[in-house]
């Protein structure tokens, strides 16, 4: 049988955060910006979502962050090495029109989103306005690419060691208070999408943030991902991933993606035995 | 289903459980329960068939299966011959024989059941299916090619059998599977010690092999645009209903409360029972309680009790009043399943993970339309039942992604397409069968609607 789903390029952007291109024609050639997919590894691997963070011809890209065991096996191969599925595009593209001023932020790994997003609203006719933040200038990605596209872009660290010291719903706050914005997209990991988009409320900026609950499918049919919005329950995998980042459950996603936490710990303590003893663990990416 | 009495009074006869491994012994694997029938066995049952000159049974099978020709061929010991019988009709047959409820159909009908029990036809069915795929299939005939293209969406029941009839008559079928793996709910949904899932794979394989193309991961809709789709010659839309039904009490989102789609789809599909070999966890409760009282709620609580739970079944009717299959409800209590009926789930409780389930007391006076008693919650009958895990198997709804993205495709008040008799949608060469044109029913109904829908494509290729 054919093996479709070719890793082209694995690279390494910072420290646990690799960029990887992957052959799949029928997600490539229909992604838009705010979808996902679906990858299974192997027969006995597990499905799990990424974003889809950019297209070329057949191959689509996403970035990672190897954390859980899954992500950490994804690290190891190498161009040429094969993926067992991929399924996708999954989830409803963002909600891209032209609003006058937007502005799409990313924090950490969640920057993989932004390229997406910042250029269909570009595209849309919007004035878009980047604000990327990471821990430490060295965890930064994407600088290049979002600077390209946006008509602003500005940088945050934690630490300071890059662009603005502090984080992304500072320089929000300063901009809010500055001029109109009209849209805002926020991704990155819950309680940073909590806390940025808290900042827009006394504004009334219609706030968009990307959900990343537990899923199986990605299809709409076991309800793993299911998230409260507006006192609604809804499915990220087909009504989001995308939600009004006012109306979300905060502390009920981050309640939800912590249900497997002890099974992921035995996970991980299983595969980083498996690579000692078949001294795989230091492949060379890049 | 039809009118509970005669239901349970009919399948008490014909829901027979003696080729069942000991209770205690299966709970602790996820082997196949019913071990089938010998080939003694089997001509020995085949014999008792009175070969009826106008049968009933073949009027009770929604595929329209020749039985007693069938039946006859095993009592010759003519298994080949049966294989054949069967296969005209129906390409999955070890899987038919296994999971459909033969006592409202085929052996309700058999007029063996008035005086005595009626031929056990699905073990029969199961015992030549199973025999074939043993000694070597025979593969049907299929026409010439036509140069039509048929794009079948969904690799379920309805998808597959819709496919191996159009492939038959000489189409080129491709098949669009949105999971990594073929078959639907017989692949993620059933759990395999009521079919085993090296069955399932062999009889998609014989489907696959009259040269049906199939395409997994590719969710239609999204991976396959609505333009390329309806650039078929024919369409067959077979998604299912997969959208699983929440009761919407409080603390649903609990961490430990799962769907029984979820729950099922993590153990069938993703074979989480076999974590860590398998990447896919799900959480073992220790006190389970499974809500529902169809199938799907049978097999929820039977997974759960193999992976260790000690489960309670909350239903808020009567036992007599359940929707499962006969033999499905008396496998559940062999296995020490406790059930908890005319009790309905107000609340789940805990703080972050599920703690405990409140039920209410039902009284049970009043018929409804359907003939079943109407449930009323008693007030003031609450009682919190103790458990760590909560599934809830209250019934899915047909799957709403593609057919809500293909514009001018009428659908009904539950979401379903709507079709005529022959499985026509208002869309004049797409075609709908199964679950997603039904509401959820059996595999068995989904199977005989898409081969209604089938011979319409055929007719209307063969007329352009």
């Known amino acids: 049988m054919k093996r479709l789903y070719k890793v082209e390029l694995a690279t390494k952007l910072a420290d646990r955060v690799y960029e990887y291109w992957i052959h799949a024609p029928q997600v490539a050639h229909h992604a838009r910006a705010g979808q996902f997919l679906i990858l299974r590894l192997h027969e006995t691997g597990e499905r799990i979502p990424l974003t889809i963070s950019a297209v070329r011809g057949d191959a689509v890209r996403v970035i990672f962050m190897a954390v859980g065991k899954t992500t950490q096996e994804l690290a190891t191969l190498r161009a040429g090495d094969s993926i067992k599925d991929v399924a996708g595009p999954l989830g409803k593209p963002s909600e891209i029109g032209k609003y006058g001023t937007c502005c799409v932020i990313g924090g950490g790994v969640g920057i993989a989103s932004t390229p997406l997003i910042a250029k269909e609203l570009k595209e849309a006719g919007n004035h878009v306005i980047g604000i990327i933040g990471a821990r430490s200038a060295d965890l930064l990605i994407l600088e290049d690419e979002m600077r390209a596209i946006c008509d602003e872009l500005y940088i945050t660290t934690d630490d300071g060691s890059k662009g603005v010291h502090g984080f992304a719903s500072d320089v929000l706050k300063g901009l809010l208070n500055e001029r109109t914005i009209n849209r805002v997209w926020i991704i990155g990991p819950a309680i940073m999408m909590k806390v940025t988009s808290g900042v827009t409320v006394p504004y009334g900026v219609k706030t968009y943030v990307s959900l990343n609950p537990i899923m199986v499918d990605g299809t709409g049919m076991c309800g793993s991902c299911r998230v409260t919005v507006g006192g609604e329950t809804k499915f990220a995998c087909v009504d989001g991933p995308e939600f009004d980042a006012h109306q979300v459950d905060f502390a009920e996603l981050m309640q939800r993606q912590r249900i497997y936490t002890s099974q992921e710990k035995v996970l991980l303590e299983r595969f980083a035995e498996h690579q000692c003893r078949c001294g795989e663990g230091g492949h060379h990416h890049g | 289903?039809?009118?509970?009495?005669?239901?349970?009074?009919?399948?008490?006869?014909?829901?027979?459980?003696?080729?069942?491994?000991?209770?205690?012994?299966?709970?602790?694997?996820?082997?196949?329960?019913?071990?089938?029938?010998?080939?003694?066995?089997?001509?020995?049952?085949?014999?008792?068939?009175?070969?009826?000159?106008?049968?009933?049974?073949?009027?009770?099978?929604?595929?329209?299966?020749?039985?007693?020709?069938?039946?006859?061929?095993?009592?010759?010991?003519?298994?080949?011959?049966?294989?054949?019988?069967?296969?005209?009709?129906?390409?999955?047959?070890?899987?038919?024989?296994?999971?459909?409820?033969?006592?409202?159909?085929?052996?309700?009908?058999?007029?063996?059941?008035?005086?005595?029990?009626?031929?056990?036809?699905?073990?029969?069915?199961?015992?030549?299916?199973?025999?074939?795929?043993?000694?070597?299939?025979?593969?049907?005939?299929?026409?010439?090619?036509?140069?039509?293209?048929?794009?079948?969406?969904?690799?379920?029941?309805?998808?597959?059998?819709?496919?191996?009839?159009?492939?038959?008559?000489?189409?080129?079928?491709?098949?669009?599977?949105?999971?990594?793996?073929?078959?639907?709910?017989?692949?993620?949904?059933?759990?395999?010690?009521?079919?085993?899932?090296?069955?399932?794979?062999?009889?998609?394989?014989?489907?696959?092999?009259?040269?049906?193309?199939?395409?997994?991961?590719?969710?239609?809709?999204?991976?396959?645009?609505?333009?390329?789709?309806?650039?078929?010659?024919?369409?067959?839309?077979?998604?299912?209903?997969?959208?699983?039904?929440?009761?919407?009490?409080?603390?649903?989102?609990?961490?430990?409360?799962?769907?029984?789609?979820?729950?099922?789809?993590?153990?069938?599909?993703?074979?989480?029972?076999?974590?860590?070999?398998?990447d896919t966890p799900v959480l073992h409760g220790g006190r389970v309680a499974v809500i529902g009282g169809g199938n799907v709620a049978m097999d929820a609580a039977r997974v759960a009790r193999r992976m260790g739970a000690k489960v309670f079944l909350v239903y808020r009717r009567r036992e007599e009043d359940m929707p499962a299959r006969r033999v499905e409800v008396l496998h559940a209590k062999e296995e020490e399943i406790e059930f908890l009926t005319c009790a309905n789930p107000t609340r789940i409780l805990g703080e972050g993970c599920v703690s405990g389930l409140e039920c209410v007391k039902m009284s049970l006076c009043d018929l409804d339309a359907s003939g079943r008693p109407s449930p009323e919650p008693i007030p003031g009958s609450e009682f919190t039942l103790d458990v760590d895990m909560v599934i809830q198997a209250i019934g899915t709804s047909p799957n709403p992604l593609l057919v809500s993205l293909i514009p001018g495709l009428k659908r009904g008040r539950r979401g379903n397409v709507v079709v005529d008799e022959n499985g026509r949608t208002s869309i004049p060469h797409v075609y709908a069968g199964g679950d997603i044109a039904t509401g959820a029913a059996t595999v068995i109904e989904a199977m005989g609607s898409a081969k209604r829908a089938a011979a319409a494509i055929n007719a209307m290729l063969r007329e352009e």
């Open chain 2, 1 to 278: 289903m039809s009118g509970s009495l005669s239901t349970s009074a009919g399948a008490a006869k014909g829901a027979t459980t003696m080729g069942d491994r000991p209770a205690d012994v299966r709970v602790r694997d996820f082997k196949e329960v019913d071990t089938g029938l010998s080939a003694d066995e089997a001509i020995a049952e085949a014999e008792r068939c009175l070969q009826c000159k106008k049968p009933l049974c073949v009027k009770g099978c929604p595929v329209c299966i020749d039985i007693p020709a069938f039946i006859r061929e095993v009592a010759e010991g003519d298994f080949p011959g049966a294989a054949r019988t069967l296969k005209e009709q129906n390409m999955l047959p070890a899987i038919c024989g296994r999971v459909c409820p033969q006592e409202t159909q085929c052996e309700g009908a058999c007029v063996l059941g008035i005086k005595e029990t009626p031929i056990r036809i699905g073990a029969l069915e199961r015992f030549v299916a199973d025999w074939e795929r043993q000694n070597g299939a025979e593969l049907p005939k299929t026409a010439r090619p036509t140069g039509k293209r048929v794009a079948v969406v969904g690799s379920g029941p309805a998808g597959l059998t819709a496919a191996a009839e159009l492939a038959r008559a000489g189409h080129a079928v491709t098949i669009f599977e949105s999971l990594h793996e073929a078959g639907g709910v017989l692949t993620y949904g059933i759990p395999a010690f009521r079919l085993p899932k090296d069955v399932v794979k062999a009889e998609i394989n014989q489907v696959l092999a009259l040269d049906v193309r199939l395409k997994k991961n590719y969710l239609v809709g999204r991976s396959v645009s609505v333009d390329e789709l309806l650039g078929y010659d024919a369409v067959f839309l077979a998604t299912g209903a997969g959208l699983p039904a929440f009761m919407g009490i409080p603390g649903e989102n609990l961490n430990g409360v799962y769907s029984a789609n979820e729950f099922l789809t993590r153990v069938n599909l993703m074979h989480a029972d076999a974590f860590p070999e398998f």
